[in-house]
Nanobody
Framework: QVQLQESGPGLVKPSQTLSLTCTVS??????????WSWIRQPPGKGLEWIGY???????NYSPSLKSRTSISRDTSKNQFTLQLSSVTPEDTAVYYC???????????WGPGTQVTVSS
């Protein structure tokens, strides 16, 4: 069974870069046809898709976050990483990593990790 686990700092200062890693077990991030995604949920709001890195290594980002977002992977560690630059308090959210299939159905989710942006 595929399991995902987010890790990273829970507190980031404004203007800094938020960096989170998702470690995948029970399956390879290069397996067709999974899209390894980052999603967040700000307090009191709905889920917001941030972007993904595909099994092939290609990436796709939300237009509203594209200028600040980078998603990369380390296939030797079976991990993928989110970097979100120039954060503000509006980036405070629970961040999830997830695996999506073609068509947008999310098959696996991590438990989520709270990230607060505050000085």
């Amino acid at each position: 069974q595929v399991q995902l686990q987010e890790s990273g700092p829970g507190l980031v200062k404004p203007s800094q870069t938020l960096s989170l890693t998702c470690t995948v077990s029970g399956g390879s991030i290069t397996t067709k046809y999974h899209y390894w995604s980052w999603i967040r949920q700000p307090p009191g709001k709905g889920l917001e898709w941030i972007g993904y890195i595909a099994y092939s290594g290609s990436t796709n980002y939300s237009p509203s976050l594209k200028s600040r977002t980078s998603i990369s992977r380390d296939t030797s560690k079976n991990q993928f990483t989110l970097q979100l630059s120039s954060v503000t308090p509006e980036d405070t959210a629970v961040y999830y990593c997830a695996a999506a299939r073609p068509g947008g159905k999310y098959e696996y989710w991590g438990p989520g990790t709270q990230v607060t942006v505050s000085s």
